[in-house]
């Protein structure tokens, strides 16, 4: 099972840009699907967005699409999320898993979060 490590949240105000970033243990890393889910305070997980091993296949929530982009580096067996335009919205901890497929990603291997605060 791969570990994995989020890092890059942070606050900013709104209409700012962070960089998370997903760094995964071992070479399944490469070959796995990688997504992005948050969960902000009294709500539910809701799924972000996750990209195909090879880079080549993406998909995102309408909530941050043309926002949100997400990218990996599988040299340096890492995943990013590039979030521009952020809105207070987003406010959320920021997970990333892994999976063989995107609809098993839920099951995956999840790494403990990063936060990402949104101020007005």
């Known amino acids: 099972q791969v570990q994995l490590v989020e890092s890059g949240g942070g606050l900013v105000q709104a209409g700012e840009s962070l960089r998370l970033s997903c760094v995964g243990s071992?070479?399944?890393?490469?070959?796995?699907?990688v997504g992005w889910f948050r969960q902000a305070p009294g709500k539910e997980r809701e799924f972000v967005s996750w990209?195909?091993?090879?880079?080549?296949?993406?998909s995102y929530a309408d909530s941050v699409k043309g926002r949100f982009t997400i990218s990996r580096d599988n040299a340096k067996n890492t995943v990013y999320l590039q979030m521009n335009s952020l809105k207070p919205e987003d406010t959320a901890l920021y997970y990333c898993?892994?999976?063989?497929?995107?609809?098993?990603?839920?099951?995956?291997?999840w790494g403990q979060g990063t936060q990402v605060i949104v101020s007005s």
């Open positions: 990209i195909s091993p090879r880079g080549s296949s993406t």
């Open positions: 071992g070479r399944i890393f490469s070959v796995s699907f």
């Open positions: 898993a892994a999976a063989n497929a995107p609809s098993t990603l839920t099951a995956g291997s």
